[in-house]
Nanobody, 124 residues
Framework: QVHLVESGGGLVQAGGSLRLSCAASGRTFSSYAMGWFRQAPGKEREFVARISWSGGSTYYADSVKGRFTISRDNAKNTVYLQMNSLKPEDTAVYYC?????????????????WGQGTQVTVSS
């Protein structure tokens, strides 16, 4: 069992930056690939970024590639999402989750132990 808590969201102007954190409890955290997802009002939850259990491999949605960076510190049981050059369309609740299936997966159904989310609002 893993318990996840996201933090770091807030209100920022377009072009600004935020760094989200996802703190995990549970000794098995380092064995999971981790993902960040987001959900805007009236829309389905969508994939943002994924990082392998070791941190050696990452993958991004096309919409955030080159602007967002996912990283992890297994010693601190924490995953991060550095978000730069933010756009109004990045406005959403951001969630972290553990991948609970094998292979390289980016679908919502392949992830579990969802956190409560943190709101990111980008003003124009």
């Amino acid at each position: 069992q893993v318990h996840l808590v996201e933090s770091g969201g807030g209100l920022v102007q377009a072009g600004g930056s935020l760094r989200l954190s996802c703190a995990a409890s549970g000794r098995t955290f380092s064995s999971y690939a981790m993902g960040w997802f987001r959900q805007a009002p009236g829309k389905e939850r969508e994939f943002v970024a994924r990082i392998s259990w070791s941190g050696g491999s990452t993958y991004y949605a096309d919409s955030v590639k080159g602007r967002f960076t996912i990283s992890r510190d297994n010693a601190k049981n924490t995953v991060y999402l550095q978000m730069n050059s933010l756009k109004p369309e990045d406005t959403a609740v951001y969630y972290c989750a553990c991948q609970r299936t094998t292979g390289w997966r980016v679908e919502v159904d392949d992830y579990g132990y969802w956190g409560q989310g943190t709101q990111v609002t980008v003003s124009s």
